[in-house]
């Protein structure tokens, strides 16, 4: 009999999750809205529906569930501390609630570092054993793999790889510090950008695109004005491209990976970054750790969160 897992993707917007085989073949997809407002019982209740929807029929092969999760996890006894977009959800002890309810064993993780997980199973960094995958979207995380070893810190909290420092002199991250990657380089930082440069009055096609309306600045009209030849536009792209490169360095420099992977919606501008971050990294990184270097997209889609959680599940249950 052939075994199998669950991997569920907890958003803040959806909830997804698919019956996964050995090989990473997603056999069956299901997926509802999070409505995280209704309070965690409700999204857990949601869950545990969607997880026996994905068993049906296969409730005997199935050896264990896989959860990525929104924010800092223990991934020993499987609560999520706080998850930001996810209201009530501090000190949240889903591995036990899931594995009550469902009778299986549970493993939680981390989003963003099961998201470098299945890209390390599954995607573009199989073979890989020293890699870290970037996820460049609404804001900036990711997961670093030494030796083929998910890096997740004493308490689980590490790989923070947006929030280290890359502008001194930046503006405040959400998360309390200042000049983060995250700040500098993501999504939310090249809209903020946007808007500054319109409400500044600066000639941009941006202002005609927004019909005036600073808030509808994001970063994918400020992509669009780029694409048109907005010198406003290409030049915050640019400098988003700059720091991200300066991550990387700092990135190639504390753990010479021999593949860096980015994913998330920004990369969909990939365009518009990959030239200001390679000439940080071709001028700034020591020559030693650019040899047998690369940096490639993603390769698993909007899939990756279920692979991520489901490759956990193999390797640990």
Not at 78 to 97: Q, Y
Not at 206 to 211: G, I, V
Not at 249 to 276: C, E, T, W, Y
């Amino acid at each position: 009999m052939e075994a199998y897992v669950v991997g569920v993707d907890l958003g803040g917007t959806q909830i997804r999750a698919g019956l996964v085989d050995a090989t990473g073949r997603v056999l069956r997809r299901r997926r509802t809205l999070t409505r995280g407002e209704e309070g965690p019982d409700a999204v857990v209740d949601r869950m545990v529906h969607l997880i026996r929807e994905v068993m049906a029929g296969e409730p005997a092969s199935v050896r264990g569930i896989g959860v990525a999760s929104p924010g800092p996890i223990d991934p020993r006894s499987g609560v999520v501390r706080f998850a930001p977009n996810l209201p009530g959800w501090r000190d949240i002890p889903l591995k036990a609630r899931l594995e009550q309810r469902l009778g299986l064993p549970v493993v939680v993780g981390n989003d963003a570092n099961l998201a470098a997980l299945a890209e390390h199973h599954f995607g573009a960094g199989r073979g890989i054993r020293d890699m870290i995958y970037i996820t460049v979207s609404t804001g900036i995380g990711g997961g670093i793999l030494v030796d083929g070893h998910l890096l997740v810190g004493h308490h689980g909290y590490g790989a923070e790889i947006g929030h280290q420092t890359v502008e001194d002199a930046g503006p405040r991250c959400k998360c309390g510090n200042v000049g983060c990657l995250e700040a500098m380089a993501s999504g939310t930082a090249i809209a903020r950008e946007g808007r500054i440069a319109v409400a500044s009055g600066e000639p941009t096609r941006l202002a005609e695109l927004c019909e005036g309306d600073v808030w509808r600045v994001d970063a994918r009209m400020v992509a669009e004005a780029a694409r048109a030849g907005d010198a406003v536009a290409r030049e915050i792209y640019r400098r988003a491209g700059h720091y991200l490169g300066v991550g990387i360095v700092n990135l190639m420099h504390i753990f010479n990976p021999q593949r860096i992977i980015l994913g998330g919606s920004v990369m969909k501008a990939k365009d518009l970054l990959m030239s200001a971050m390679w000439e940080v990294i071709r001028t700034r990184a020591w020559p030693v750790v650019q040899e047998d270097f690369d940096v490639v997209e993603a390769a698993l889609g909007d899939d990756v969160g279920i692979l991520g959680a489901a490759a956990l599940a193999l390797r640990e249950v």
